[in-house]
T-cell receptor, first 116, second 115 residues
Framework: DTGVSQDPRHKITKRGQNVTFRCDPISEHNRLYWYRQTLGQGPEFLTYFQNEAQLEKSRLLSDRFSAERPKGSFSTLEIQRTEQGDSAMYLC??????????????FGNGTRLTVT | AQSVTQLDSHVSVSEGTPVLLRCNYSSSYSPSLFWYVQHPNKGLQLLLKYTSAATLVKGINGFEAEFKKSETSFHLTKPSAHMSDAAEYFCVVSDPGTGRRALTFGSGTRLQVQP
C-alpha cells in the first residue's frame, strides 16, 4: 500500500491557462474524491467517483472544472481558464465501500495551485 | 443538511497538560463522525471515527472522542499533550443515510503545544 499519490505537488500558472492534476488512489479502493482547501479553511468537497462513474458534484465545481476517472483507477482534475480565486490546495482521497458503508478516506498530500 | 462547527480556531496548551478540541455537528440522520489531523506539508490523517457503535471512541496517539447526541457534540481529548501533537485538527461529519458520500469538514482548530 503506497497510499494516495498526487502529481504535481506544486503548480504555478498564469491566469487564463488550463491546468490538469492527476491522482492515483490506493489500488483496491473503488471510491475517489476531490476536495479543495484554501488557507485557514477545512477541505471543501468537489466531486466523487464510484469506480468510473461520477456520482456527486458540488456546486463549487463550475463549468471550468472537469474531472474524469476513465478506467476506475487514476483520476484527473482539469481547470480551464484559471482564475486567481482557483489558487488552493487540491486534495484527492480514496476509500473502499459498498452501498452506504465504506472505509474512512485516505488522503494524498495534495497539489498546491498558484494562479498569478 | 449536515454541518460542523469547530468552536475554537486556535488552542494553546503546555506539554503534558490535557487537550480539548471542541466540535458540534448538525445532521439530519444518524451521522458518522471523524477527526482528522493535518501536520504541516503532510496529508490529512485519520485520528478516529464514530459510526454508531460505542459512544467513546479511541483513536491513535492517545486521542479519544465522545459522541453526545443530546448535545450534538463530538469533542476530541487527550490526557497529556506532546510536542508532536502540534497540528491542525478537523472535525468531519458524514450522513450516509442521505445517500451522499461527501464528507463535510469543519474549519479546523490549530493546536499549539508550548514546552
Amino acid at each position: 500500500d503506497t497510499g494516495v499519490s498526487q502529481d504535481p505537488r506544486h503548480k504555478i500558472t498564469k491566469r487564463g491557462q488550463n491546468v490538469t492534476f492527476r491522482c492515483d488512489p490506493i489500488s483496491e479502493h473503488n471510491r475517489l474524491y476531490w476536495y479543495r482547501q484554501t488557507l485557514g479553511q477545512g477541505p471543501e468537497f468537489l466531486t466523487y467517483f464510484q469506480n468510473e462513474a461520477q456520482l456527486e458534484k458540488s456546486r463549487l465545481l463550475s463549468d471550468r472544472f472537469s474531472a474524469e476517472r476513465p478506467k476506475g483507477s487514476f483520476s484527473t482534475l482539469e481547470i480551464q481558464r484559471t482564475e486567481q480565486g482557483d489558487s488552493a490546495m487540491y486534495l484527492c482521497a480514496s476509500s473502499q465501500g459498498v452501498g452506504l458503508t465504506g472505509s474512512p478516506l485516505h488522503f494524498g498530500n495534495g497539489t498546491r495551485l498558484t494562479v498569478t | 443538511a449536515q454541518s460542523v462547527t469547530q468552536l475554537d480556531s486556535h488552542v494553546s496548551v503546555s506539554e503534558g497538560t490535557p487537550v480539548l478540541l471542541r466540535c458540534n455537528y448538525s445532521s439530519s440522520y444518524s451521522p458518522s463522525l471523524f477527526w482528522y489531523v493535518q501536520h504541516p506539508n503532510k496529508g490529512l490523517q485519520l485520528l478516529l471515527k464514530y459510526t454508531s457503535a460505542a459512544t467513546l471512541v479511541k483513536g491513535i496517539n492517545g486521542f479519544e472522542a465522545e459522541f453526545k447526541k443530546s448535545e450534538t457534540s463530538f469533542h476530541l481529548t487527550k490526557p497529556s499533550a506532546h510536542m508532536s501533537d502540534a497540528a491542525e485538527y478537523f472535525c468531519v461529519v458524514s450522513d450516509p443515510g442521505t445517500g451522499r458520500r461527501a464528507l463535510t469538514f469543519g474549519s479546523g482548530t490549530r493546536l499549539q503545544v508550548q514546552p
